[in-house]
């Protein structure tokens, strides 16, 4: 049997000038650098069910952050965000925010979550009330908000804005600014998903303030922050009662299930053979391919590690 060979950027140690402090996240390792700049480089680290698995899939690094670097340079007229550079394809350099406690989820379509929620009877999910009779993957009579609160770890929980503002999390009139940029972010990336053939079932967004004003942060309409179905068919496939093809890594999900994992406490998580490794690796530059609409140029991984901290000091002596 040969062996196939998988390079992947697993973490990274760097250590840069004025660095403030490190945090490594569940993909991403975040450097602040001073008191104002942050670099965030998206590993090919992959989670699901808020673990991250043994294995790296080797490309997606680079599809997460050039994906959400494009639609940050996208989005910059509905709102601000924290962005300034793309030194490496792996990494993407900008302001330090300080994050808003809570997660925006936008929802277009009853999946996921919602929909669970919905199938367990209830008709109210984060303080907005639901119509009688939607099956899974129906198409909202209009995009709803289901706000969460950052756990420090697990699972987020669903939050409500009477919630939101009684607990002091947010004042009230951000809070009503933040509604309205996440459903503004919500539309545009509908449109453009619809115009690549995709529907925007649901996303996520993290906002954060900066000199006192919101600002966008983290990654956007990203594979891993998103749920993305293809557009055509859905119709039929809802009205015959079948699963919608989604592009997003719900297949990663299903395979995890099936080998018995669902993120719950005592089970293991399972391993990849290198060629499924392979396969969602390819999976990962499918969709950015369709996501934007732009080819996927792959990065070189020799001395990949020395690469990115050259890009990025460099970038750093420049700007
Ligand atoms: N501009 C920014 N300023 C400060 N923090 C940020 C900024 N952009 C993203 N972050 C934070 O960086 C982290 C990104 O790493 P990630 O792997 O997504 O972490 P997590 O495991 O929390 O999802 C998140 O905690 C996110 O809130
Ligand atoms: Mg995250």
């Known amino acids: 049997m040969t062996e196939i060979q998988i390079d992947s950027l697993v973490s990274t140690n760097f250590f840069f000038k004025n660095q403030a402090d490190f945090l490594r996240g569940k993909v991403r390792d975040v450097y602040f650098l001073g008191e104002d700049d942050v670099v965030l480089i998206a590993t090919d680290r992959i989670s699901a069910f808020d673990h991250v698995l043994p294995n790296a899939i080797p490309y997606k690094g680079q599809v997460l952050n050039q994906i959400a670097s494009k639609f940050l340079d996208d989005t910059r007229h509905i709102v601000p965000n924290w962005k300034l ?9 900008g302001y330090k925010c300080t994050p808003y406690p809570v997660e925006f989820v936008v929802r277009g379509y009853l999946a996921g979550h919602a929909w669970r929620e919905y199938s367990s009877g209830k008709r109210e999910v984060c303080g907005v009330s639901l119509p009688e009779g939607l099956n899974q993957n129906d198409k909202l009579p209009t995009p709803i908000l289901t706000p969460t609160t950052k756990a420090e770890s697990g699972h987020d929980l669903d939050i409500s804005y009477d919630e939101i503002i009684t607990q002091k999390l947010i004042k009230k009139g951000e809070l009503s600014k933040l509604k309205a940029y996440a459903l503004a972010l919500f539309e545009y990336g509908t449109q453009h998903a619809d115009k690549q053939g995709l529907i925007l079932v649901d996303t996520k967004y993290e906002f954060g303030k900066r000199n006192n004003e919101i600002t966008l942060i983290d990654e956007i309409h990203t594979p891993d922050s998103s749920r993305y179905f293809y557009a ?15 592009l997003s890594k ?13 993120g719950k406490e005592g089970q293991q998580i399972p391993e990849m053979s290198n060629e499924m490794v392979k396969s969602v690796s390819d999976r990962y530059i499918e969709l950015f391919e369709r996501i934007t609409g732009e080819k996927f140029l792959k990065r070189e991984y020799i001395n990949i590690e020395q690469n990115i901290e050259d890009a990025i000091n460099s970038y750093l002596a420049s700007s």
């Open 85 to 93: 550079a793309e030194p490496d394809p792996h990494a993407t350099a």
């Open 232 to 246: 055509e068919g859905y119709q039929d496939r809802q009205s015959a009662g079948e699963e919608q093809r989604q």
């Open 250 to 262: 719900e297949f990663v999900r299903q395979w995890l299930i099936s080998e018995g994992f669902q």
